[in-house]
């Protein structure tokens, strides 16, 4: 047995697709001596990770940046499998795998469908919008809100308070009298 023990595996249409080769590798022995725990021989590193990647029931982003995961309920074991792919330099290089409780899977399900890219502002959900689908008190907003030219108020329309004029009539009546508190208001023209 050599020091490495490279395979190559078939990536599934989606997999081939985020990672722009329709294969990738991975050394089996290192992959094994990280998880030994996990896996009975190398022989099963190389099952789970063809078993995940020809068939993976969620792919999302991996901790690494610019690495997929993904992961699949494995019929063995009542155990998931996860592998981690990412692309060096124009090859597909598997870099994590592992199998897990199912009860993690189900968390990796939760979490990847909060990744989902919404695109554009008016699809977006608002504050209100997560405040209103735990609440039949709030109402939803149809869109996104936005400032348009008919909410800006223009500054001649504002009631226009000379403050020089305020701070010296303040502060004549701060010196005539030893304390004295004087509430301003201010107001504005709608």
Known sequence: MSDKELEIFNLCERLAELLGDKEAIADLKRLYEKHPEMFKNVQDVADTINEVVSEPEIITNAKREGAILAAKKLEQNHKMGEVAIENDNGTNIVFHANKK???????????????VETPSAEAAPTWSNRCADNSNELSKCDKAPSTTATNIIPQENKNKIDFQAKLKEFSSKKSNAP?????????FKK
């Open 179 to 187: 304390v004295q508190i004087q509430t301003l208001t201010m107001g």
């Open 101 to 115: 409780r199912l009860s993690e899977f189900n968390k990796l399900e939760k979490a990847s469908r909060l990744l």
